[in-house]
């Protein structure tokens, strides 16, 4: 078994429940309540903005120049999915991203990738970026060929299941393959694959249940700063 095949086969469980939420099956069927996806989108909106500052820590923490380039272009791809996608979107809704704050799960998936980031070594860092890209692959690949009744969610299923997206995602596995490491980084690298495949469970769930704080972490109309 190559490691790429023991990390995908050690979140089977995490796997089969994201596949039998509502949230995901709500997409296919349209029964998901577009105030849940606005709330998705809008998160995800700030969750891109985090995820690009670690990819750009993978790409000066990488290995080899292909790693160095290929990470610093999928910063600027995020960037261009927000741009397109969720910026589309929002606009449609009449949402103001900079008025809208974090949710306690994205706080703190993007807070756990920040720390890797800026503290561990570039294959712990993979491990911990990989379920954002790969399960999202999955996902959208699962859902292709199944469609959507509801336009917002077919454009989100077709851009996560399409062929330009797949590429990039191949990419970043293949690297998992490519590591010499010892057993305890490993060890490490798949703890922090888990978590972060967890924590895209979650993301959705939350999304689904509209989860805010209880109170605004805003003062003043500006972000507290942890």
């Known amino acids: 078994m190559t490691r790429h095949e023991k990390f995908w086969a050690s979140i089977h469980d995490v796997i089969q429940e994201i596949e039998e939420h509502p949230f995901i099956r709500g997409l296919v069927d349209g029964s998901l309540p577009m105030e849940s996806f606005q709330h998705y989108i809008v998160q995800d909106a700030l969750y891109l903005k985090e995820f690009g500052k670690v990819l750009l820590m993978a790409s000066v923490k990488a290995e080899n120049n292909e790693q160095r380039v290929n990470f610093l ?34 706080r703190a998936y993007t807070s756990f990738l920040l720390s890797v980031g800026y503290s561990s070594p570039f294959p712990e860092v993979l ?17 292709v060929k199944l469609g959507s009744p509801v ?12 062929e330009e997206y797949e590429k990039g995602v191949t990419w970043a596995i293949s690297q998992l393959d490519k590591l010499d490491v010892d057993a305890r980084t490993e ?7 888990r978590l972060a495949s967890i924590y895209e469970y979650m993301f959705w769930d939350s999304a689904y249940r509209k989860e805010r704080f ?13």
Not at 187 to 193: D, V, W
């Open 73 to 106: 272009t999928h910063v600027l791809d995020s960037i261009r999915v927000e741009e397109g996608l969720h910026s589309s979107f929002l606009r449609k809704w009449g949402i103001d991203l900079e008025a809208q704050e974090m949710s306690p799960v994205n």
């Open 127 to 143: 491990a911990a970026v990989l379920p954002c890209y790969w399960i999202y692959m999955h996902v959208g690949k699962s859902l």
């Open 151 to 162: 336009e917002e969610y077919r454009r989100w299923i077709n851009t996560y299941g399409g």
């Open 187 to 193: 060890k490490q690298m798949m703890e922090n694959f």
């Open 214 to 226: 209880p109170f605004s972490v805003k003062i003043n109309g500006k972000n507290l700063m942890f």
